[in-house]
T-cell receptor
Framework: ETGVTQTPRHLVMGMTNKKSLKCEQH?????MYWYKQSAKKPLELMFV???????ENNSVPSRFSPECPNSSHLFLHLHTLQPEDSALYLC?????????????FGEGSRLTVL | KQEVTQIPAALSVPEGENLVLNCSFT??????LQWFRQDPGKGLTSLLL???SQREQTSGRLNASLDKSSGRSTLYIAASQPGDSATYLC???????????WGAGTKLIIKP
């Protein structure tokens, strides 16, 4: 148990569906992240929120839409995805500030796009 | 541009051996370096975080060292066990607050 909970753990969706991934952290951290992990590729940073404001957005297609309503919750809204978007989506959190930045990850949401 | 390399990509050793995993980086201007393990299909578990001003960190059978001048970090695992089998990743934080530069990982198999 890392203190970062992701739901659902597995999701299968068609290309025309709309779904959302949810992440919740119980660590009192002030930054939350979405990462994409595809087979045989390094982790790709998608979005970062610090104090509920988006501070990093790494040229992610608009079919991925993040939302951070408060410092404990992070969503990734999915719409009209492509089969190549199938991957493990990982949420992480950290406490940013002096001598900080250790990342704690959730178990991931395995997404399959048909 | 910072690059992080983990060699070897895969390692298989008998149970009980002490072993060292390597993480090399090209730019010594780092903020911190973190080691993770990842079990198949699972998320990442943080093992150790070394701040730029530190030389090593220890947790149980794990010891991570950092040598910025040589651009190298090592993860030492003592008395390896089959449960240590996983992929081990290193990631370092440079000048940008939120960007981590990731290695591709070393897949470790401990044979009973």
């Amino acid at each position: 148990e890392t203190g970062v909970t992701q739901t659902p753990r597995h999701l299968v969706m068609g290309m025309t569906n709309k779904k959302s991934l949810k992440c919740e952290q119980h660590l009192g951290h002030n930054a939350m992240y979405w990462y994409k992990q595809s087979a045989k590729k390094p982790l790709e940073l998608m979005f970062v929120y610090s104090l509920e404001e988006r501070v990093e957005n790494n040229s992610v297609p608009s079919r991925f839409s993040p939302e951070c309503p408060n410092s404990s919750h992070l969503f990734l809204h999915l719409h009209t995805l492509q089969p190549e978007d199938s991957a493990l989506y990982l949420c992480a959190s950290s406490q940013e500030g002096w001598a900080s930045g250790e990342l704690f990850f959730g178990e991931g949401s395995r997404l399959t796009v048909l | 541009k910072q690059e992080v390399t983990q060699i070897p990509a895969a390692l298989s050793v008998p149970e009980g051996e002490n072993l060292v995993l390597n993480c090399s980086f090209t730019d010594s201007a780092i903020y911190n370096l973190q080691w993770f393990r990842q079990d198949p299909g699972k998320g990442l578990t943080s093992l150790l975080l070394i701040q730029s001003s530190q030389r090593e960190q220890t947790s149980g059978r794990l010891n991570a060292s950092l040598d910025k001048s040589s651009g190298r970090s090592t993860l030492y695992i003592a008395a390896s066990q089959p449960g240590d089998s996983a992929t081990y990743l290193c990631a370092l934080r440079g000048n940008s607050n939120y960007q981590l530069i990731w290695g591709a990982g070393t897949k470790l198999i401990i044979k009973p």
